[in-house]
């Protein structure tokens, strides 16, 4: 048996998969996001550590036969600074970090972004590791100087574990990976200043990389000495393969705190005139890469709403039905993250509206104007990214029925949703599988799901919705200001 960890922002969650694909045992705990002035979002390594003994040690107690690997997978970008053992020389910095906005803007007048987007395929924003390495270049080179690796969470937190630094090929994607080489770009790096400090960029681990546990790992899991450890992908491609993307076309749809939409293509070429933003991430197979559009709407904004207008999160399917297609005529833009929007464009300025709104209008209006908006940068996001096949969603927005058929109805086209939410954990344990050298029965491990129809008189509704949408996103857009 396989335990599944799945390291994310805010939650800690471990799965045990048994040889048919079923999760056998489950266990979560949160995790600390500090949120301090200046748009600064970190995280400390040692409570996120706990986290991981807290629930490994809980699944494991819960099961008959013996843990034969450890497969984890979480958050990626943000910078996880540490020193040789594996010590923070500073908190973590998460990926909703916004102290780096006003240098991404700079970097998209000056060129910086296309540059490294015309040779990564990644575009740049304020809670990469590239804004994030050159802010605290200039603002605390100090802890640069202090730091052996600047890395990811997954891979500091199988450093920990295993004595070993290896990073997945997916977390080095974003924003130096020359995705024909699978090597970091020299070039990319030049051109966000950081040549001096290539030294912390620990080179990406070969596909099928199997680390061990060491003392200090065991004593921390109760697991055995040299238990095989696989440290990757992260969360996105993970689920990705998790939900059931196989073939090139096809695609995936997470709704959690944020929305990442992701595309499944055969090689690395990816339209270099395009606008720079979005994801080119390599996958454990060589020849294949997610276009990935990881947006900062989603979840959050729907608790953001909630809160403000006196109402449960638990009531979101009520006020859904309240409010018919439309939103009795209020309409939005889902921009409420404080780092602005960074898929399928790039702005730390981008910022929410709601339009419309009259003395009419009731909280089931503006939580279904704010959840058809999200809806809305989903398909802006997937045409973006090019799907042209089979759509897999998950995360915690899929929970709403209402939303999910909101989702079906603005995209035009069926969804597929896995019944086991642990999406992300059943990919890396794919994963580690096939690195042992014993991949599971992937049609097995991938059948059990449910798909929601789109209803095509709603669909038509909202095409000319999302027309609207479009045109409103390109008029404000020239007027956000960081």
Not at 1 to 10: A, F, L, P, Q, R
Not at 27 to 42: I, K, Y
Not at 50 to 72: F, H
Request: glycine share 12%; proline share 6%; hydrophobic share 45%.
């Amino acid at each position: 048996m396989i335990i599944g960890v799945d390291i994310g922002t805010s939650l800690t969650k471990a799965v045990v998969f048994d040889r048919d694909g079923a999760a056998i045992a489950n266990a979560g705990a949160a995790t600390e996001l500090r949120s301090l002035p200046g748009g600064r979002v970190e995280q400390d390594l040692e409570e996120v550590l706990g986290t991981v003994a807290q629930v490994v040690r809980e699944v494991a107690a819960g099961v008959d036969a013996p843990v034969t690997a450890l497969a984890l997978t979480g958050q990626g970008d943000g910078l996880w600074l540490r020193d040789e053992q594996g010590r923070p020389v500073r908190p973590a910095i998460s990926w909703l970090d916004g102290r780096a906005a006003s240098l991404v803007a700079k970097w998209q007048s000056d060129g910086v972004a296309e540059e490294v987007f015309r040779r990564t395929g990644s575009g740049l924003f304020p809670g990469c590791a590239a804004a994030l390495l050159a802010h605290l270049d200039a603002e605390e080179p100090e802890a640069l100087d202090r730091a052996a690796v600047a890395g990811y969470c997954v891979d500091a937190v199988a450093q920990r574990l295993t004595g070993t630094v290896a990073v997945d090929v997916s977390d080095a994607s974003l924003p130096f990976l020359n995705p024909e080489t699978r090597r970091y770009d020299d070039s990319a790096i030049e051109a966000c200043g950081l040549s001096h400090r290539r030294g912390l960029l620990a080179e990406p681990a070969a596909p099928g990389t199997v680390l061990r546990l060491d003392a200090e790992g065991a004593r921390l899991l109760g697991l055995p000495e040299g238990l095989p450890v696989t440290a990757g992908p992260f969360d996105m491609p993970a689920c990705a393969i998790g939900a059931g993307v196989r073939r090139p076309g096809d695609g995936v749809l997470i709704v959690g705190t944020t929305l990442a939409c992701e595309v499944l293509r055969q090689g690395p070429e990816f339209d270099r005139d395009s606008e720079p933003a979005g994801m080119l991430l390599a996958t454990p197979r060589r020849d294949e890469y997610l276009r990935a559009m990881a947006a900062m709407v989603g979840t959050a904004g729907l608790e953001w709403a909630c809160k403000l207008l006196g109402a449960r999160v638990e009531d979101t399917d009520a006020m859904l039905a309240e409010s018919g297609p439309g939103a009795g005529g209020v309409r939005a833009l889902p921009f409420l993250a404080e780092s602005g929007e960074r898929a399928p464009f790039v702005d730390a300025a981008a910022r929410a509206r709601f339009t419309g709104l009259s003395l009419t209008s009731g909280r089931a209006d503006v939580v279904r104007a704010l959840c058809e908006s999200v809806a809305y940068a989903a398909r802006h996001c997937l045409e973006e990214a090019g799907l042209d096949g089979a759509l897999y969603a998950c995360g915690g927005g899929m929970r709403s029925p209402e939303w999910t058929q909101i989702f079906a109805d603005v995209l035009g086209r069926p969804i597929t949703i896995p019944h086991e939410p642990g999406v992300g954990t059943r990919g890396a344990v794919m994963v580690a599988a096939r690195a042992l050298g014993d991949p599971v029965d992937e049609e097995r491990w991938l059948e059990a799901a449910t798909t929601v129809a789109f209803r095509p008189q709603e669909a038509e509704f909202y095409q000319n919705a999302y027309t609207e949408y479009r045109s409103a996103l390109a008029e404000v857009r020239g007027r956000w200001t960081v």
